[in-house]
DNA sequence: GCCAACGTTGGC
DNA sequence: GCCAACGTTGGC
């Protein structure tokens, strides 16, 4: 089981959306990187839902409920992936950009590294920090 | 509203 | 193949 982490701009489409469908495709990634990612994503694997904008934080976990398929909004030469996602739960309390930015275990993370990649991976170690500071009170 | 980072496009 | 111009993302 692996962790990643997805954007999103909650003015268009928001971790609410996804509870609110239980489940939804994933698309529209037009990025190679995050593509690669995509790719290497299975049914199980833990996903953390970001969201960009106003928030500017970790809200949620969803979990990978299909293999990577081709996007179906995208021409099929292109080669551009889908994943389904299915809306697991709101962290207990979200951790923002400016918590992980100052967190020294979480120097390495490409959500600060890399700010305008919208699908990464999340190390385990990583994940675990994640969770503790989402479980911790601030 | 501005700007940094980064991707894409098109002229040469 | 290089690079300037331009567009987009997303933080500040």
């Known amino acids: 089981m692996n962790y990643w982490l997805v954007k999103t701009e909650p003015n268009t489409y928001s971790i609410e959306d996804l509870k609110n469908k239980r489940e939804d495709v994933w698309d529209e990634v037009r990025n190679h990187q995050a593509r690669n990612f995509i790719e290497k994503m299975h049914p199980g694997d833990q996903v953390f ?21 081709p ?6 030469e292109e080669k551009w992936l889908a994943i389904d996602l299915r809306y697991k739960n709101h962290l207990p309390r979200l951790v923002t950009l400016a918590e992980i930015k100052i967190d020294a275990r979480l120097q ?17 170690a990583q994940a675990e920090v994640l969770l503790e500071l989402a479980h911790s009170k601030k």
């Open 49 to 69: 839902v970001y969201h960009s904008g106003k928030d500017k934080a970790v809200v949620g976990v969803a979990e990978v409920v299909s293999d990577p398929y």
């Open 71 to 76: 996007d179906p909004k995208s021409a099929a």
């Open 108 to 124: 390495g993370f490409l959500l600060v590294r890399q700010s305008r990649l919208s699908v990464m991976e999340v190390s385990h």
